[in-house]
C-alpha cells in the first residue's frame, strides 16, 4: 500500500499564490507517477496535472498552463503543487493521487488518494 498525505491548502485573494506539497509513504516502489485532482462542489473531479517520478515528463491542464507548476523532490518522496495568478474558479478540494501503472486523466484509473486539502480563492 502507498499512503498519500497532502498539505498546503488555504484561502487566498485573486491573483495570490499557495503551495500543495504531497508526500508519499509506503511501498512508494509500486507507483510511477503522481497526480494532482481538483474537485469544485457539484462538479466532478479532474486532473490538474502530474508527473512521473522517475524524473519524466509533466502534464498539465489547459487551464492552470501558465499559472501553475509541477515539481517532485525525489529524496523525499514528494511532490508539489505551486499555484500561481490564483483565480475564484480554481476554488475546490485539491487531491493528491498515484495510479499503479502509467499517468492519466481518468481518476478511476487512480488507486491510492490522499484526503484532500482545500483550496478558496476570492475574489
Known amino acids: 500500500q502507498v499512503q498519500l498525505v497532502e498539505s498546503g491548502g488555504g484561502s487566498v485573494q485573486a491573483e495570490g499564490s499557495l503551495r500543495l506539497s504531497c508526500s508519499a509513504s509506503?511501498?512508494?516502489?509500486?507507483?510511477?507517477?503522481m497526480a494532482w485532482f481538483r474537485q469544485a462542489p457539484g462538479k466532478g473531479r479532474e486532473v490538474v496535472g502530474s508527473?512521473?517520478?522517475?524524473?519524466?515528463?509533466?502534464y498539465l491542464t489547459d487551464s492552470v498552463k501558465g499559472r501553475f507548476t509541477i515539481s517532485e523532490d525525489n529524496t523525499e518522496n514528494t511532490i508539489y503543487l505551486q499555484m500561481d495568478s490564483l483565480k475564484p474558479e480554481d476554488t475546490a478540494m485539491y487531491y493528491c493521487?498515484?495510479?499503479?501503472?502509467?499517468?492519466?486523466?481518468?481518476?478511476?484509473?487512480?488507486?491510492?488518494w490522499g484526503q484532500g486539502t482545500q483550496v478558496t480563492v476570492s475574489s
Open positions: 493521487a498515484a495510479p499503479v501503472g502509467a499517468c492519466t486523466v481518468l481518476p478511476r484509473l487512480y488507486k491510492y
Open positions: 509506503g511501498r512508494v516502489s509500486d507507483i510511477q507517477c
Open positions: 508527473i512521473y517520478t522517475s524524473g519524466g515528463s509533466i
